[in-house]
């Protein structure tokens, strides 16, 4: 197999991470896909020429084992292999990483790993690849190849998060206000800012249209309950945007309502924590697809806690959607379908009744006491 070179236009001697490969993806890995991952980096910064063999040596491994990480990162989509009509590998690409969480968001490749000797003839390598492919494997700017990425694609959520070029990320960085919020940003974070924390500020200022403060606000909101990963901060951003929320006020308001509603719910089913993604979605679900107040909520978990230790959240998932299914708004309307149930079950004896029935069906009989006595007496 053919040797291959990596490399990138600077050199820096050290090797970046992604705070979101160790978030996301790390954790799914086996020790081998992980060193052969790390060791590309390695060797895209030191701009280094390797092959599937030396991988395999550095790391006692087969070449099936390098070439099954491989693959088991393109499948993550964390890299791309590119082949020649021979199907032997020339090139890999490794993309910049998305939210997993996001399947169908894109991918942008962020470096080619094309051997520079390759590069004058991959027109004639790849002629199977559609032309934006080819663009995608020469790394073309997108702008040059903007109407042959052009797919037919579902409308997207009001408010996902476009894809951000890097020329629109610098033009957003020129402006005379952005410099002083991304200090600030830095300062909450304590680190310094990748582009993609960038293109999450980007976003919060060009789609959601905050401003400069409601994003400071949403910046130090979410840095205050120990909250820096921008995951979490662009989902809280999205749910004050689906609540109109523009001034740091608003938000204000509307946090504190939510907290205390979410917290007073956690501790009437015996929690102390702070909500899981699972646990807040149930919360949510029976504030705004249930409609209910929250005393009606409290009044289910204060039943749930008292009949089970167990998946309290699903027990009082049941009981809410029975109460929405019977049209509960108020809690009078709990107290009359509990009252109709009690008439609905049939009268039932109570227990120590029960035993005493028991007790004398199998054990009474009908005796003569006094003729029991005179012939003891004789005896």
Known sequence: MSCLRIYQDNYIDATIVSNRFIDEYMAEAND?????????????????TFSISGIADVFNHTEKDVMRALKYWEKCRVLSLEYDTD????????????????????????????????????????PAQKPAAKAE???????????????????????????????????????????????IAEQYLGRTLSPSDMKSILFFSDHLHFSDDLIDYLLQYCVERGKKDFRYIEKVAISWAEANISTPVEAEGHASRYDKCVYTIMNA????????????????????????ETEIIIE??????????????????????????????????IAKLDEGFQKAKPAAKPASDRSIDKYNRFMHNDYDYEALEKELLRN
């Open 87 to 126: 199907k032997n590998l020339i090139g890999i690409h490794l993309l910049e990483l998305a939210d997993k969480e996001a399947p169908g968001a894109p991918k942008t490749p962020v470096v080619s790993l094309l051997p520079r000797q390759e590069e004058k003839n991959a027109e004639e390598e790849v």
């Open 269 to 292: 089913l015996g929690k102390t924590n702070s909500p899981t993604r699972k646990e807040a979605e149930f919360i949510r679900r029976w504030r705004e697809d249930y409609a209910f």
């Open 32 to 48: 081998a896909q992980l060193k052969i991952y790390l060791y590309l980096l390695r060797m895209m910064n030191a701009g280094c």
């Open 300 to 333: 289910s978990c204060e039943r749930t806690v008292l009949a089970t230790d167990r998946h309290r959240f699903e027990y009082a998932d049941k009981i809410l959607a029975s109460w929405k299914e019977a049209g509960v708004h108020h809690k009078a309307d």
């Open 137 to 183: 494997a020469l790394n073309v700017p997108s702008s040059l190849s903007k109407e042959e990425n052009k797919v037919p694609q579902a409308a997207p959520p009001a408010f996902a998060k476009p894809s951000y070029s890097l020329d629109e990320l610098k033009a957003f960085q020129e402006k005379d206000s952005t410099a002083q919020l991304l200090f």
